[in-house]
């Protein structure tokens, strides 16, 4: 099965701010990394797929990037909103495999 | 819009069984690929199961092999989870969500149904 390591497991940042959060796998997945944001009590919503191409209705502060093993999911200007659980999610494999997810909280 | 409701959570005893349940709406369902995802209280998120658009294929992850079996009804745009010999460590919110298939993502969820397995 393929590992998968996200980082960081938890960040702090402030409205405004700009953050990045990583998903690394165990062996190369070409572009097929997904990314979903979950909020508390609500189901998972998809952002980004295939690496970088964003999901019809999700802001434009939203994007991500990579190929191989390194991906991540860059958001420019923190909205009150985004703040929120994120997860990795590669579809490359038969067994799909999600990251341990990221919690991203207000400082 | 797509919608997914999930249904059929309870409380169940271990080792005993439940159906979930999955009716969707406002799409061909029939031409997807569907899956189930679940998520243990305070959790990340892990794939269960999926099932292409005519049943023919599907895969289990190691966790459920052999004691869960995923199915469809096109006819009546529903999908099912029959679990069975049901564990502590099986307790978890369970989503049905919209697959396109290999190399795809998630694309839409359902809001999920609770499971608890206790004495």
Redesign the interface.
Known sequence: DIQMTQSPSSLSASVGDRVTITCRTSQSIMI?L?W?Q?KPG?????LI??ASNLQSGVPSRFSGSGSGTDFTLTITGLQPEDFATY?C?E??S????????TRLEIK | EVQLVESGGGLVQPGGSLRLSCAASEFTFRNYWM?W?RQAPGK????VA?IKQDGSEK?Y??SVKGRFTISRDNAKSSLYLQMNSLRAEDTAVY?CAQWRG???????????TLVTVSS
Request: charged share 15%; no cysteine.
């Open positions: 097929y997904n979903y979950q609500k189901a998972p919503k998809l797929y295939a997860y999610q579809s490359y038969a067994t799909i495999t999600f990251g341990q997810g | 899956s995802v990340g998120l892990e794939w999926n895969g992850a190691d989503y290999a190399q795809s993502e998630f694309e839409s969820w359902g809001q999920g």
